[in-house]
């Protein structure tokens, strides 16, 4: 079966700090993969997805990137925090166009 | 672009109602998603609709994949605490892979 990991679970950072969130996939091979951010009590906002090792598509121009250095490892990364950047941050994987999330990560930037 | 318009935005009911809840939109949808998101958690799938009038169950939940294919409902039965969260509706768009998603329904049990 598939599974799908993100660390960490929570990260309180700096304004200015840099970031790095981690995504994996176990039991899948060539995945898409996507990276979302939710404000709170508010929806889903897609900020890239991948269909492949090394291609990134970034659907919302910001403080973030993402890289696919691995089949089944999506990362997202920022140089400098904003106070903006604060949600909860949600990566999935996809299979004949359903999607399928993992557990998310908390950022709080103070 | 496509657009999914979700309501009710909240739901606040007593604990043994049933809901309803709808998502519409002025494209057509090859697919209807429901998802449901606890606090805190990721969205979890409940119910995937592929063919239009398409009625589907998962335990009390059904929902239907509308006629026209611009519309899906969810029902929930005989509602219980562990029914609070948020519901997502969501369909494919046509031109990547990307998932076109309603802004959600909050569902809220009073004591």
């Known amino acids: 079966s598939q599974t799908i990991h993100q660390w960490p679970a929570t990260l309180v950072q700096p304004v200015g700090s840099p970031l790095s969130l981690e995504c994996t996939v176990e039991?899948?091979?060539?995945?898409?993969l996507y990276w979302y951010r939710q404000a709170a009590g508010r929806g889903l906002q897609l900020l890239f997805y991948?269909?492949?090792?090394?291609?990134i598509s970034s659907e919302v121009p910001q403080n973030l990137s993402a890289s696919r250095p691995q089949d089944r490892q999506f990362i997202l990364s920022s140089k400098k925090l904003l106070l903006s950047d604060s949600g909860f941050y949600l990566c999935a994987w996809a299979r004949d166009g359903e999607q399928f999330f993992g557990p998310g990560t908390r950022l709080t930037v103070l | 672009g496509q657009q999914l318009n979700q309501s009710p935005q909240s739901m606040f009911i007593q604990e043994g109602e049933d809901v309803s809840m709808n998502c519409t939109s002025s494209s057509i949808f090859n697919t209807w998603l429901w998802y449901k998101q606890d606090p805190g958690e990721g969205p979890v799938l409940l119910i995937a609709?592929?063919?239009a009038g398409e009625l589907t169950s998962n335990g009390r939940l059904t929902a239907q994949f509308g006629i026209t294919r611009k519309d899906s409902f969810l029902n929930i039965s005989a509602s219980i605490p562990s029914d609070v969260g948020i519901y997502f509706c969501a369909g494919p768009q046509v031109s990547n892979y990307q998932l076109i998603w309603g802004a959600g329904t909050k569902l809220i049990i009073k004591p």
């Open positions: 039991g899948t091979s060539n995945p898409n």
């Open positions: 991948s269909v492949g090792i090394g291609q």
């Open positions: 609709l592929y063919k």
